[in-house]
């Protein structure tokens, strides 16, 4: 069971919004920067999101981050049928003094 | 282009060793921290190993003492070195470049290779 807690799924229509949350504590959320990763079917995980909010070339701004306290949420806005993925969150943790993951987030766009 | 390129997966029994390798280009590899991380089919992603600039390493409790991640800076190699290999280390493994700005995360990530731990 990951520190990092993600839903484990999430279902919405084309065109629509999402949010996807990623709760963790004062050790790894509360104390550092988060990241979001996206993995298509069949493929390698992709940097979606870094330093809580910023979006790296190349990633449509439909994509954005949030972070507030110990939890972080990732946001998808006009959902289109190739955003169909796992999404998961990271960062560090001082208690583990290692890298954590979220266990992942399933996107279904009806 | 910035690219890394595991190999080295493969079949391997229970108690045996094995090294995966990952190739990397279009960067300065000697100035980035580099990563392995894995996952279990169907399964979440499990950080298993960081290297520093300076040869520093960072593992967690589950790899510490059976797994050692090392660099060849001269050949922009990664490398981990698995011994004691156990069924449940069967997964898919990808090494990823970190990156650091405000924080730090891994902003390019190979294709994986996969191990399969079984007898």
């Known amino acids: 069971q990951s520190v990092l807690t993600q839903p484990p799924s999430v279902s919405a229509a084309p065109g629509q919004r999402v949010a996807i949350s990623c709760s963790g504590n004062s050790s790894n959320i509360g104390a550092h920067y988060v990241s979001w990763y996206q993995q298509l079917p069949g493929t390698a995980p992709q940097l979606l999101i870094y330093d809580n909010t910023e979006r790296p070339s190349g990633i449509p701004d439909r994509f954005s981050g949030s972070k507030s306290g110990t939890s972080a949420t990732l946001g998808i806005t006009g959902l289109q049928t190739g955003d169909e993925a796992d999404y998961y969150c990271?960062?560090?943790?001082?208690?583990?003094?290692?890298?954590?993951f979220g266990g992942g987030t399933k996107l279904t766009v009806l | 282009e910035v690219q890394l390129v595991e190999s080295g997966g493969g079949l391997i029994q229970p108690g045996g060793s094995l090294r995966l390798s990952c190739a990397g280009s279009?960067?300065?590899?000697?100035?980035?921290?580099m990563q392995w991380v894995r996952q279990v089919t169907g399964k979440g992603l499990q950080w298993v190993a960081t290297i520093g600039t300076a040869g520093d390493t960072y593992y967690p409790d589950s790899v510490r003492g059976r797994f050692t991640i090392s660099r060849e800076n001269s050949q922009n190699a990664l490398y981990l070195q698995m011994t004691s290999l156990r069924v449940g280390d069967t997964a898919v493994y990808y090494c990823?470049?970190?990156?650091?700005?405000?924080?730090?995360?891994?902003?390019?990530w190979g294709q994986g290779t996969p191990v399969t731990v079984s007898s």
């Open positions: 990271a960062t560090w943790d001082n208690s583990l003094d290692g890298w954590l």
């Open positions: 279009g960067f300065t590899f000697r100035s980035h921290d």
């Open positions: 990823a470049r970190t990156k650091y700005t405000l924080g730090a995360y891994y902003d390019y």
